[in-house]
């Protein structure tokens, strides 16, 4: 059997290595490593594949959530809300612009936002609402515009897990995760499911103003050439990691199909066990693309199966162990523990298993067969 990787970016490599190099080489003889045309045509093929009106490529996806915020007409103070449970990347950059993050709990069934406790959350000073494709989950966002309608609030969607996920309407139309808020903003780092050879972020949005304003901010608040009309950043993406996006953007769809190919050969392994629930899956629809692949565990010893895993040679991760509310950075005297019941569960009981696409049968078997021999013994 294989070295089985928590994420494989060799193996995929292989696949694409004659295209990578190719226009790798085809950068650096050209000298054109800034805003050259591969960023450029990228910049068009994401904006195509997405159905998306403006994608503005920039350095990583915390900046991407940065420079959406920036662009937006919110004032120091103003009440932002996100979930408890993500990375830290989202409530950091909301601190950063000294906006005030609003933690809420999540949904124990799909680890989104909890939409009652978003709505419980909002106040006279709300402006915007960070809903999070957890783990790739898209967020039922059909349910955000609304209540972001009704209190007239922002939508920026934190998407650097979630790229490639349909979003079904109830009608049934469909939309990419990220091109439904009012702005969208993702990561490319490279173990994301769409990643480059280094940091790389985009925004999205339908909003032709909006977008022309974001252009400037990453370009240090210019719109004409050294006169500077807002205070912006240096965020761009490289034209290197473009030409990588390029190579791989072709391939997200099978990418995100080997992603949901390994979930189910998971998930119908560990049907019968009580003592593991499983993620969410959605039949017949393309709204979880497994950036992580996600277990909770009951009456399970988790650090020693966490133990047990890595003496196997099985690589596993804890995403996350620590709520946002109790970081030393970002607690508040306003919180309630008894308003994050799930999230305080959640930390406790999650477990990652490995998820990428180079996945073989023989290392899935032997992955479930591993947890659970231990967690039958
Ligand atoms: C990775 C990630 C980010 C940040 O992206 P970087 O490119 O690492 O800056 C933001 N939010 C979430 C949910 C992420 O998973």
Redesign the pocket.
């Known amino acids: 059997m294989r070295k089985i990787q928590m994420v494989d970016l060799q193996g995929q490599y292989q696949d694409i290595k004659e295209r990578v190099d190719a226009s790798i080489m085809e950068v650096i003889n050209s000298a054109a490593f800034i805003n050259g045309p591969e960023v450029h045509a990228f910049q068009k093929e994401l904006e195509d594949y997405l159905n998306v009106k403006h994608v503005i490529p920039c350095a990583?996806?915390?900046?991407a959530?940065q420079i959406a915020m920036m662009g937006l007409d919110l004032e120091q103070g103003d009440e932002v809300i996100t979930a408890d449970f993500?990375?830290a990347?989202?409530v950091e950059v909301i601190a950063l612009l000294k906006l005030t993050p609003v933690l809420v709990d999540v949904d124990p069934v799909n680890f989104n936002i909890d939409l009652e406790a978003l709505e419980n959350a909002i106040t006279p000073k709300t402006k915007a609402i960070v809903p999070?494709h957890?783990f790739g989950q898209v967020v039922n966002m059909e349910a955000i515009m609304e209540i972001a309608e009704k209190h007239n609030l922002y939508v920026i969607e934190?998407t650097?897990?979630g790229i490639g996920a349909d979003y079904t309407y109830k009608d049934g139309s469909k939309k990419k995760a990220g091109t439904i808020g009012h702005v969208g903003a993702t990561?490319?780092?490279p173990s994301?499911n769409l990643g480059c050879y280094g940091?790389?972020?985009a925004i999205f949005t339908n909003d032709d103003k909006l977008a022309h304003t974001i252009r400037g901010i990453v370009n240090h608040g210019m719109y004409t050439r050294y006169y500077h009309d807002v205070v912006g950043v240096n965020s761009r993406l490289d034209s290197i990691q473009a030409a990588v996006l390029r190579a791989k953007l072709p391939k997200l769809d099978d990418y995100n199909k080997g992603r949901q190919d390994a979930a189910r050969k998971y998930t119908a392994a560990f049907a019968d066990s009580d003592k593991i629930i499983t993620p969410f899956i959605c039949e017949n629809c393309d709204c979880h693309v497994f950036h992580q692949y996600t277990l909770r565990l009951k009456d399970v010893d988790r650090d020693a199966l966490v133990q047990h895993l890595n003496e196997k040679g099985i690589p596993c991760g804890v995403y996350y162990p620590v709520p946002l509310h109790s970081q030393k950075a970002y607690a508040d005297s306003r919180y309630n523990e008894a308003d994050f019941k799930i999230t305080n569960q959640l930390v406790k009981e999650v477990i990652s298993l490995p998820m990428h696409t180079e996945l073989d049968d023989e290392q899935i078997d032997f992955i479930t067969n591993t947890i659970l021999n231990f967690i039958n013994n």
């Open positions: 990583n996806g915390t900046d959530l993500t990375f990347a989202t999070v957890l934190d650097a897990q990561s490319f780092f994301k940091d790389g972020g």
